[in-house]
């Protein structure tokens, strides 16, 4: 969630080369020969000792042919089976269902809410009837803190309860899910494992916002200053949402990353694409409509790295007036390239 009136862009992919190399040492056990006295027979019959399986490194292996395959699919057919982009347009509403002020998703009355969605997914599907639409519900699930707790980490998950609720909401609905993680100052590395239960589920994807991640940035308070994430930071969540696929043969998985100025991701160049996850950035900022396409131009057309996202504020957007919120049909005539991740605050 963004709180500056700044905004972000998208961009390419850059597909990741994977290597591994790691061996086995066996202890060999050789031959008697005639000349052998029983001492030496008794030393050639100590039993070798037990080989030592790298259970690691073989699961890197087996996950490096998991990835030759998936390469090799994506060569011929363009994508992995399951996949959701490009043939749909993701359609989500934002927020926490526990909290008024972080978004629609959360602001109203549930069945309120729904009945909204509804519409805002049939103006969707009016404004371009050639992409079916995907709902989907984006949950801020590890959310930075105003104060840093009691390990100093400015952030807090949402409770498993909480989680469970959403994840009803969204197949009552059926709709996708996306957890989104605002790490504070903690970091991806020890954030992301504790959603690996929820991600292993086919219709539960993933979003990381570089704004609230501040581990490179002592001292200072979510919202104090905007946050940063680095190509390696993106490439690890990107490598850990893969290993999920592979283990669990999973559809790929859809990482959005938000984006609104230039620094909040550094190196972009560097970001390396797995064919199972799709990666969009996500332009996250609010304001009147020519800054919102100025700041998708800046950072999302021209930084591309594989699909694009763009967020629209219910609350921000139209002020002052005559500000408005874009109609689905301005976004989708107005912004190059279209972007196939709408997200509603």
């Keep these: 969630m963004s709180s500056l009136t700044h905004f972000s862009r998208f961009s390419r992919p850059l597909l990741p080369a994977l290597g591994l190399i790691f061996s086995l040492t066996f202890t060999s056990c050789g ?8 001492d030496t027979k008794a030393t050639a019959e100590v039993p070798a000792k037990p080989v030592v399986v790298d259970s690691a490194a073989l699961k890197k292996q087996a996950m490096l042919r998991d990835s030759l395959k998936a390469d090799s699919i ?9 996949a959701i982009l490009p043939g749909k347009r993701i359609v989500a509403f934002y927020g926490n269902i526990r909290s008024k002020g ?10 309120q809410m729904f009945r909204k969605f509804e519409k805002v997914l049939a103006e969707w599907q009016a404004a371009d009837p050639s992409i079916p639409v995907q709902p989907a519900l984006h949950n801020v699930t590890i959310t930075a803190q105003g104060t840093p707790g009691k390990d100093g980490k400015w952030r807090l998950m949402n409770s498993k309860a909480t989680i469970e609720e959403v994840i009803s909401w969204a197949r009552e609905h059926k709709c996708i899910l996306f957890l989104d993680v605002q790490p504070g100052h903690s970091t ?3 954030e992301l494992p504790k959603l690996t239960e929820y991600l292993k589920q086919p219709d539960i994807h993933l979003g990381i916002d570089p704004e609230f991640s501040l581990a ?3 001292g200072i308070r979510p919202n104090q200053r905007i946050g940063t994430l680095d190509a390696k930071d993106i490439n690890f969540t990107i490598n850990f949402l893969a290993r999920i696929v592979s283990e669990n043969n999973l559809p790929p998985k859809v990482l959005t990353v938000h984006r609104f100025t230039r620094k909040m991701v550094t190196n972009y160049k ?3 694409l797995d064919p199972r996850v799709q990666v969009v950035m996500h332009m996250d900022g609010h304001g009147e ?10 950072y999302i057309q021209t930084e591309p790295v594989q699909y694009t996202g763009f967020k629209l504020f219910y609350e921000y957007d139209p002020k002052p007036k005559p500000h408005h919120l874009m109609t689905p049909t301005e976004v989708l005539t107005q912004l190059t390239p279209k972007p196939l991740y709408i997200q509603y605050q």
């Design 31 to 38: 031959t008697r020969s005639e000349g052998e006295t029983a």
């Design 74 to 82: 994506v060569r011929k057919s363009g994508q992995l089976p399951g």
């Design 102 to 111: 972080m978004g629609i998703l959360g602001r109203e009355p549930k069945e």
């Design 188 to 190: 991806l590395e020890a």
């Design 216 to 218: 490179t940035m002592p």
């Design 270 to 272: 560097n970001i390396k």
């Design 289 to 298: 409509p020519t800054l919102k396409k100025d700041s998708y131009h800046d």
